[in-house]
């Protein structure tokens, strides 16, 4: 499969091998650990549901990536601000 990418610069034609490199060099420089609290809730999902267990290789990352692309769409559309939780490590008796 080929996919072709039109720029403002003009059009280029990348493999799916390229592609999947350009797209995994992206995430690979980008250390996101927001990105951990959904990647849990998603295993604890599918492994409520049972689904964990009966999924493929292949589903799972097709499940993840369609995520990921359903995460993107929501985080450009809106204004959203990650508020982590603040941990107080004083005792408190």
Known sequence: ?????TTKDGVITLSTEQL?????????KKKRTTHLDLVRQFLDTLEASGSL???????????AFEL?????IFMKKNNVEVIEPSHDDSVKE
Do not use: C, N
Not at 1 to 5: G, H, L, S
């Open 53 to 63: 267990k009966d999924a493929t290789p292949v589903e799972l990352t097709l499940m």
């Open 1 to 5: 499969m080929e996919w072709r990418i």
């Open 20 to 28: 999947f490199h350009q797209l995994a060099s992206g995430v690979v």
């Open 68 to 72: 990921g692309y359903f995460y993107r």
